[in-house]
């Protein structure tokens, strides 16, 4: 698959809350780094990681635009509640093996009503 039709694949199954596919998008050695949290690393417990955060939240992905570039897929997408982001994945093989997102977590927090960090 190309890297734009993982991402795509990706996209669908976020938005259903399906953590199962979603794994099986990622390279059993994948790792996922969403910038305001610590890496991610192994197959298993990037699941376990959306499992826990589509039980805390409901999160739905808008893709704005996904471009490719060689083995690179860059997705810009926003949220219903105005949050914005961006992620960058790495595919080879047809799986994701590195996935870095960039988005503001102190306006994601406050727009789902959970806890903001101590200071």
């Known amino acids: ?12 199954a976020f938005n259903k ?9 990622y390279a059993a050695n994948a790792v ?10 192994g197959r298993d417990a990037i699941r376990a990681m959306f499992a826990a955060e ?17 083995e690179w897929a860059i997705l810009e997408w926003r949220d219903p509640k ?8 790495q595919i080879e093989n ?5 996935q870095r997102g960039y988005w503001d977590k102190l306006s994601f927090l406050r727009l ?3 806890p903001l960090p101590k200071e």
Not at 36 to 41: D, G
């Open 54 to 70: 589509f039980s805390t939240a409901e999160m739905v992905c808008i893709p704005e635009h996904i471009f490719e570039d060689g």
């Open 82 to 89: 105005s949050l914005r982001g961006c992620g960058f994945f």
């Open 1 to 12: 698959m190309r890297p734009r039709t993982v991402v795509e694949k990706w996209v669908d």
């Open 17 to 25: 809350a399906d953590v199962d596919t979603l794994a099986s998008l």
């Open 94 to 98: 047809g799986l994701i093996r590195f």
């Open 32 to 41: 996922n780094h969403q910038v305001a949290e610590s890496p991610v690393e």
């Open 112 to 114: 789902h009503g959970l």
